[in-house]
């Protein structure tokens, strides 16, 4: 019996996890399991997966950079300016800018977003909250980062 515990304990999410995809099938009479509404759950939550997919890397090499939701933010709105307030005629061609265009402005964010970090030893948990950073970078104070001198 003690042994089925543990076990139970070791899985509880996934037993959690059922629970609420049973209470939700019995309060919307069953609706909830259709598969057009899983198939539109999984649509909605894939940008949200992919992000969290990209912080488990960030985190598993012991840094935090809260600057994730933002980037993705910038990239989002970029890209939906492109793709409504430009129309090159084709829509292959129209679909590749798009697509390319947020590959840049994502990864040239990283890139500034890393050289600060790596380049200038500025703390993860600082760069990307602090309004105050271009002055702090010129006048070289490290101390404000909790790095010190």
């Given at each position: 019996m003690n042994g089925m515990l543990r076990h139970l304990e070791h899985g509880k999410e996934w037993i959690i996890l059922a629970l609420m995809f049973v209470v939700g099938a019995v309060l919307t009479n069953g609706l909830f399991l259709q598969p057009a509404n899983l198939t539109d759950m999984l649509r909605a939550i894939a940008p949200i997966a992919i992000m969290a997919m990209a912080m488990t890397l960030v985190i598993l090499t012991a840094g935090i950079d809260l600057s994730v939701g933002s980037t993705l933010a910038l990239t989002s709105v970029s890209s939906a300016m492109i793709l409504?307030?430009?129309?090159?005629?084709?829509?292959?061609?129209?679909?590749?800018?798009?697509?390319?265009?947020?590959?840049?402005?994502?990864?040239?964010?990283?890139?500034?977003?890393?050289?600060?970090?790596?380049?200038?030893?500025?703390?993860?948990?600082?760069?990307?909250?602090?309004?105050?950073?271009?002055?702090?970078?010129?006048?070289?104070?490290?101390?404000?980062?909790?790095?010190?001198?």
């Open positions: 409504t307030g430009w129309n090159p005629g084709s829509t292959f061609l129209h679909l590749t800018c798009v697509v390319l265009s947020a590959l840049v402005i994502g990864g040239l964010a990283g890139l500034v977003q890393g050289a600060l970090i790596a380049r200038l030893n500025i703390h993860p948990r600082r760069h990307d909250r602090d309004p105050w950073i271009g002055q702090v970078v010129v006048t070289e104070q490290p101390d404000r980062f909790g790095r010190g001198s």
